[in-house]
C-alpha cells in the first residue's frame, strides 16, 4: 500500500506517467498515518527523482502535505532553496476546515476542505527500500512532536520523539531504515499540529570514519548496553549464560528426540521420524513413538557460519590479527575472509573452541525449547536436525540435469546415493530434502533454452515427443505451423529452433517439473525408504506460478516450504495448504530484530527489538501449531550474520549480501535474551496447543 499511495501521490503535482513515477527515487516520509486507497489521513514526506543516470541533488527535492477527506487527496507542496546541513523547522495543521504547511516559521501552502483521518498505527522516519536512489545528500528526521487538541482548545494527546541515532555518521553510512511505528488515534472533529525536523547530511565516506568494525565484529561508532568492550566482559557473559539458564531448564516430558511423552497418546516406535494422521491433524512421530510439533533452529551450531571477505577493505576492521598463532582459525577463505564468530568463541572456549561450541548449542537448544535443528546445521550426535542434499558434480543442462538421459540420471542417483548412505540408520535425520527455494523451480525460460538446443539433446527429444503426443495429438504440421518452424516430421522437430505459444511452454515446463521430482522422490526413497522426504524447500509466491506448489505435493512425504511472513498462512497460502491435502514443515521463517544503531539491515519481516521479535515468533508458531497440517517450523537462524555481509566477495564496498540480525545468539555469541525468553515460553506448549486445536 505504501507503494501505490506515494506513486499516486505525485501524479497530480508532477504529471508524471505511471512508467516515470516508477522510476529511481529517493523519499524519506516523516510523518505517515493514512491509507492512500481509502483517501483517508495525512503524511508529510519528501520526494525526488533524478536525472538518467545521476544521483538526487537537493534542488530537486519536494516537500509535500497529503491530506485527504474521504473522497480524495489534497496535497500542499513546497521547494524551497535547500541548504546542506541546515536543520528545517516543518510544521503541519491539520483540522476539518483544511490544513496549512510552514518551513522555518514561513507559512509555504494552505488547503480549504474537510479532512477525514485514518485509523491504524502511525509511522516515522521512514525511507522506503524501494526509493533510496543514489543522492549527493542523506535525509535525517531529528525530532517528531504531535498535538492533537479538540475544537475548544483542550489538549487530547500529545507525541515526543527524537531520534538520536540518525546523526552517527557510522550508521549513517550502513544506509539503515529508521522506520518507526506508533499508535496514535486522530479524532475526526480534532486539531492535530505536526512539528518536525529535517537536515540534508553529506554522506560520509568509510575512509573519513574507518575503522568501522571493532575486532568482536561490532559497530566501533555505535553503543548500546552490555556491547563487549574487552575479553573480561566477553568471558563473564558465560557466567551470566550459566544464571539464565538455571530459570530456563529443559522442556519436560520430552523423548530424545522432541516427542512428547504426556499427551496422553503413543504410538509405534520405529527407530526413524515418520508421520501420521491422529484425531484430524498431522503429527511427526518421533523414534521412540513419541507425538512431536517440531520446532528447531537452521545453521546450529555451523561454528565455521558466517566469515566476510577484508581484502580491498581491511582499513575498515579494527585490530584483525595476524593470519597465524592464536586466531589461525578464524581466517576463512585462503586467508581472504575473517569470522568473528570463531575469534569470540576463541576467547570464551580457548584451543577447544569447537568441543566446547558445539556442546554450547547442544545445552542452549534444550534450554531454550527447541527440539533439535534445522536446515543447514551441523550433524552433532543425539541432535535431530534436516539435511540438504545436493548436486554434487552432476552436470547440468539449464540449472538442472537432463532428467531425460540415462547418464545424467545415473550421476545424479550416485551422488545422492553417496550423501545418503552414511546415515541409512541414523535416527537424528528427521527428513532428506534437495535443493532450496526457487533455484529447483523449473521456469519457463529453462524450457525454451533447451527447445533451442541441437537435435541430439535428450531432454529437447522428451519435450517435443510429449508436446506432439499430448498437445498436437500427433498432427506434426500443425504443431510446426503454432511452433513457427519449418518441419515435416518429427526429426526435423528436433532439429529446429521453435517459438512454440506460452501455453505449450507451460505443458512442458509442467512436465519436465513432474518427471524431475519424481525421479527424486523415487530414487531418495528407493535408497532410504525409512527416511522423510520434504521436497526442496518451495517458497509461496517465489516461483513460476502457483501450479509448482501441486507439481511438488505427490513427490514428497511433507511438503517443505519456506515462508518469510508476519503471518504464517493467510489468504495466498491458506488454500493452497487445504488443497493438497498433505503435511507441511516450514523450512525456514525469521523476523531479526532492526535495533535501528548497530548497522544491521532491515529485513523484509522484522522486529524493531528482540521483543517484538519474540513476540511475532509465538504468534507465527502458534498459529503453525494450530494448523491441521503442519508439523513444524524452523527458525533461520542460529548466528547473527556479518554487520560487512556474507558474501564472500573482494572489493571495496562496505558491505556484500545479507547482513540481518537473524541469529538466537549475537556475533560474541550470547544468546539475544529477551527472544530466547520468548521462544522458550512458547516452545514448551506448542505440542499442547496443537493437541487441542480443533480440526480445521
Known sequence: MMFKARICAILPLLLFSLTKANADQNRLVLVDQSDFGLHKGFYIDIENTPAPNSPCVPAGIHLYLGVANGTEWHFLMATPNWEMNHQYHIKAVINPNGAKLWIDGQLMAKYAGSFMPNTGDLTAFDRPGWAAAPATYIPVEGALQLTETSNTGKLIGSLHKTFLAARNSAI????PDYKKTYSWITKPDSTVTINTTLELITPPTVASISPVIDKYGQLRQASWPRKILSDSQLLASVQREAIEMKSLPPVPHRDPFGGDTNLGWHSAGTGYFRLLKNNGKWWLITPDGNPCFYTGVCSAPQLNFDATDVTKRSEMFGDLPPTSGKFSDAWQDGNNAYNFNISNMIRKFGSDWQQKGTAETVNRLKHFGFDGAGKWSSEIKCVPYCPVL???NTPLLVKHPDIFNPTARRDLA???????????????????SFGNEISEIIMTSQISDILNMGADVDAKQALVKYA?????????ATMAASWKVDAASEDEMYAAKPSPPPADVEVLRQYYATTFYRFLYQTIKGIDPNHLYFGFWIVPGWWQNASDWKLIAPWCDAIGYDRYSYKFAGS???PLIRSTNKPIFCGEFSF???YKDRGFGRYGTHGDTPQQSGTDYARYVMDAARSPYCVGTLWFEYRDEPLTGRDLIQGPDLIYGEHYAFGIVDVTDRPRWPLVKEMRAVNSKLDRIRQQASDR
Do not use: C, E
Open 572 to 574: 495466498m497460502f491458506d
Open 592 to 594: 531479526p530484530p532492526t
Open 172 to 175: 549513517l553510512l550502513f544506509n
Open 468 to 476: 506432439l503426443k499430448h498437445i498436437y495429438q500427433g498432427d506434426i
Open 414 to 432: 550416485a551422488v545422492l546415493r553417496s550423501q545418503i548412505t552414511p546415515h541409512l540408520n541414523d535416527p537424528d535425520v528427521v527428513g532428506w
Open 390 to 392: 545436493g548436486y554434487g
